[in-house]
């Protein structure tokens, strides 16, 4: 996929989105990061080319996660949102709740979330063709 894949990845733990950004910049993918609601929002909403996936946490300061994924899901209904969290117990039901793609309970492997990712970008874009 490339560099023309473009993730937005929104988590308040530093190290958190350090170690997502330098894995998924390592697999070349077109990466952007915030470290709060808010500050994804707004980077979304100023995006003029567009993200093709988000990441983010659920509790953060400012916008949670789950208010994020609503505002994004309303405008952009078929930008997959992966949600990862500490918080989860019942991932598909807390998928389901929070209109998430896919959730991952921290700690994740990353080639698991890499497989997410593609496993989500190849179903888009099959829904594009169809």
Known sequence: MG???KILIIDDDKNVLANLCYFLNDKKYDVTSASDGLEGLKLFENDQQGFDLV???IVMPRISGMGL???IKKKFPDIPVIVITAWGEYPGAFATESQ???VLSKPFELFELDKVI???ISSKNHKVQD
């Open 100 to 102: 998430a793609d896919k």
């Open 3 to 5: 560099l023309s894949l």
């Open 55 to 57: 990441i983010t946490d």
């Open 69 to 71: 994924i609503s505002i």
């Open 118 to 120: 593609n496993k989500l």
